[in-house]
């Protein structure tokens, strides 16, 4: 008796008999291929994020200074010309290290373009100073250089000061079009799988067609019987999200690891904690989020399938 | 309680030169609560049709349909539902659903109705022992025979204590005795206040019975006793 009694449990009820109408692999392996690439985009998206603020901090905060025939006497005072252009960058405000490339790193520069022993060529060559801002100025937006490279000018007419403000600008905006189709092939993939689950419910529908009319009859509000196919797919999407995030897992770490000397977030990677350490903590939300969002979709298109069907009947 | 006032009905679309004839025409009757009605006339005298309208299968195409107080051609579609819940109905195909057990099939109308656990359970126990089937309570519906199955059909539509009971030609798979029975069952429950209105071509079944009835001819109400 008491196996009888636990049959006649609701929670065993299945009015529609949705178990058997919409089952099968299809919507679950679906939904599973499109999570798996909704991670990637996800990985893709928050990926050229990291690296782009990381180019924006590293580049952004160093400015380059070319000072042409560096040995002559400056405009002012005795000094040389690389002296007097020292002497004004370290008292600039806000400027942090001053860095006068030597002759040896000077020709290590230029080996990729001139070979091997370029100061043996007739070349005059400049003298090129590194500077490194400090950080105030590096996150505050980029600073003014109008009145130091003026100031410089002065010290040392035809000195040149490149900020890679150009560089920077150039990989935000590829950056910005990376984000952009991660966000679209993001969209795209949504789209997709809900097609796919709204095709899936459609079948439902027609498959239990009669069993729908006779509990309609019965009195079953539209969202009684949207909520059985809406808890359906959503078991369905959200069991597919699942398969599909975690295998995008592995994948996803095996590319942050990849990526890390770029980011720069592991400074090399030796054991397992290392490589799941190089996962963004954005990027383990974002795909511990993706079952979620793949029920959910579930969910918004079994309802607004069915609720669009039922209206044809009274 | 069920009032027809110029009620036509007509399937697919109205107007234009394609449409459907119109299956009822002109209705007009009224019953009172707690009255036992035949619905009388030969086959495709729209019969089943009317039926339809008062179990809300089907919205009348002109006049006013009247169920239990409401006006169901003019109330918004979100009523019709809980006016469907007061409303038993047996169908001559018994419409089961094959995939429920015997007991899930009674325990429909009060799993919609929100009823707790333990009262469906003990309803349904209760009712299908009545009607003769405690040993079949977890037996799908297409293992029973003809008479079994009209005993579900019939539990299912008075689980839910029904103000309005509508059969639809309920003694033609029955044999007389069972069929002597289920009028029983039928007058016993309209003694107990429920409205019942059965349709039927068993003129030996009116005879026995008799009590108001209304005759369909063509689509056309030809007579009201």
């Known amino acids: ?314 | 309680m069920v009032r027809f006032e110029s009620v036509g009905l007509r399937y697919g679309r109205a107007g234009g030169k394609d449409a459907a004839p119109e299956v009822l025409r002109d209705i007009s009757f009224a019953l009172p609560e707690g009255a036992f009605c035949w619905l009388r006339g030969p086959s495709g005298a729209g019969k089943t049709s009317l039926l339809r309208l008062m179990y809300l299968a089907v919205l009348p195409t002109s006049g006013r349909l009247t169920l239990l107080g409401t006006d169901v051609g003019r109330s918004p579609r979100r009523v019709l539902p809980g006016l469907r819940r007061r409303i038993g109905v047996v169908f001559q195909d018994f419409r089961l659903l094959p995939h429920l057990s015997v007991f899930e099939n009674v325990a429909l109308p009060l799993r919609l109705a929100g009823r707790p656990d333990a009262q469906v359970r003990a309803d349904v126990t209760e009712l299908l022992r009545w009607v003769g089937l405690a040993r079949k309570l977890h037996t799908p519906p297409y293992e029973l025979s003809g008479g079994e199955q009209q005993r579900v059909a019939i539990a299912r539509a008075v689980i839910a204590r029904p103000n309005l009971l509508l059969a639809d030609e309920p003694t033609g798979n029955l044999d007389e005795a069972q069929a002597d029975r289920l009028m029983v069952l039928l007058r016993e429950l309209n003694r107990l206040g429920t409205t019942v209105i059965v349709a039927t071509h068993n003129d030996a079944m009116v005879e026995r019975y008799p009590a108001a009835a209304l005759r369909l001819d063509h689509g056309r109400l030809v007579h009201e006793a």
């Open chain 1, 1 to 314: 008796m008491k196996v009888a009694a636990a049959s006649l449990r609701a929670a065993r009820f299945d009015a529609l008999g949705l178990r058997r109408a919409l089952s099968g692999l299809m919507v679950p392996l679906l939904v599973a291929a499109m999570t798996f690439l909704a991670a990637l985009a996800l990985g893709g998206w928050i990926g050229s994020i990291a690296l782009a603020s990381q180019w924006r901090d590293g580049a952004g905060a160093a400015l380059t200074v070319q000072v042409p025939q560096p040995a002559e006497a400056a405009a002012h005072g005795g000094g040389s010309r690389i002296d007097a252009v020292s002497a004004v960058l370290t008292a600039t405000p806000g400027v942090g290290a001053v860095h006068v490339l030597s002759a040896d790193e000077l020709s290590d520069l230029l080996r990729p373009w001139l070979g091997v022993g370029a100061e043996r060529l007739a070349v005059p060559l400049p003298a090129v100073v590194a500077v490194q801002l400090t950080g105030g100025q590096a996150t505050g937006g980029r600073p003014d250089l109008g009145p130091l490279a003026h100031r410089l000018e002065d010290a040392a007419p035809g000195t040149l000061l490149e900020d890679h403000g150009m560089w920077i600008d150039r990989l935000s905006y590829l950056a910005f079009s990376l984000q952009a189709c991660a966000l679209l092939a993001l969209a795209l993939v949504s789209a997709v799988a809900a097609a796919a689950i709204a095709v899936a419910t459609r079948a439902g529908l027609a498959a239990r067609r009669e069993a729908i009319e006779i509990v309609h009859g019965l009195g079953a509000t539209d969202g009684f019987i949207a909520g059985r196919f809406a808890h359906r797919a959503m078991v369905l999407a959200g069991g597919g999200g699942a398969i599909g995030a975690l295998a995008a897992l592995p994948v996803l770490l095996a590319l942050a690891v990849l990526a890390a000397p770029f980011t720069g977030s592991v400074h090399g990677i030796v054991s397992i904690s290392d490589a799941l350490s190089a996962l963004p903590p954005a990027l383990w939300g974002g795909v511990a989020i993706l079952p979620a969002a793949a029920a959910a979709i579930g969910f918004a298109t079994a309802q607004g399938t069915v609720r669009r069907w039922l209206r044809r009947l009274p």
